[in-house]
């Protein structure tokens, strides 16, 4: 693992939009795996900021979300499909057919998953996947005690995460309980891979997944297995290394 720490956030966000637009225009048609979380709000601010300048174009761009809350259509404003919409989408060229992000309400969960496999195989599979990291270690949200051999599945989300991401729905009781995730197997079959971490309520799960043993139990620890992922901190989240 390549690990980079930023003086700030600033400069985190400024890192990673600057490796993402590069490979963009270096690939016009690159497929990229988004994620969402606060952590890349930044990222996506500077990437719009290199758009509105003229220096890259999506035209061409393919997107993958990794995730999406089960029972949230598009229009309700925690979905992530709503999020990426306001922070990204909404600002720059992208197609709308090239933007695939899960859908929380399809009927059948599992076709919807496996179609969604389907569509990241076709478009060539994935050039460069963004993630942030779950307190708990969770990618996507591929909560500990994950399978690491998992695609793309309907996923129970762990009590953590529902406490963490609680502050978004006004009440405990509003988080959804389910999300479909890319599975780790998906993530790990991306050919780059950039995480961003940011607070210091992240360096330790920051220096287990960095140095500590593979296992489930911090599902982002399987990067290690990976031959090209850059973790990009700012001085918080770095603070235990
Ligand atoms: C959610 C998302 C993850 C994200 C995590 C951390 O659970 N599914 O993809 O990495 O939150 O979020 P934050 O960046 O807000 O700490």
Redesign the pocket.
């Known amino acids: 693992m390549k690990v980079i720490v930023a003086r700030d956030y600033n400069e985190l966000s400024e890192k990673a939009a600057n490796i993402l637009a590069s490979h963009i225009v270096l690939k016009p048609n690159s497929v990229i795996g988004l994620?969402?979380?606060?952590?890349?709000?930044g990222t996506y601010k500077e990437l719009v900021r290199i758009y509105e300048e003229g220096r890259i174009s999506f035209k061409e761009v393919v997107s993958f979300n990794?995730?999406e809350y089960y029972g949230l259509d598009k229009s309700n404003k925690q979905s992530?499909y709503y999020f990426m919409n306001k922070h990204l989408f909404n600002h720059i060229n992208i197609k709308e057919e090239n933007i695939h992000i899960p859908n929380g309400i399809a009927k059948d969960i599992e076709l919807e998953c496996k179609n969604y496999e389907g569509k990241i195989k076709q478009a060539g599979g994935i050039d460069i996947q963004l993630?942030?990291?779950?307190?708990n270690g969770?990618?996507?949200?591929n909560e500990p005690d994950v399978k690491f051999e998992a695609l793309t599945h309907l996923v129970n989300?762990d009590e953590d995460?529902i406490n963490?991401?609680s502050r978004f729905f006004g009440s405990i009781d509003n988080v959804p309980k389910l999300?479909i995730?890319m599975g780790i197997k998906t993530i790990m079959q991306s050919k780059k891979i950039i995480l961003?971490?940011?607070?210091s309520?992240?360096a330790k799960t920051i220096y287990n997944m960095i140095h500590e043993k593979i296992t489930p139990e911090l599902p982002a620890s399987v990067l290690q297995l990976h031959q090209d992922v850059t973790v990009i901190l700012d001085q918080g989240a770095a603070q235990l290394l």
């Open positions: 994620a969402t979380g606060s952590t890349p709000i990794l995730d992530y993630l942030g990291i779950g307190r969770h990618i996507g949200f989300l995460t963490a991401n999300a995730s961003l971490a940011s607070g309520e992240k």
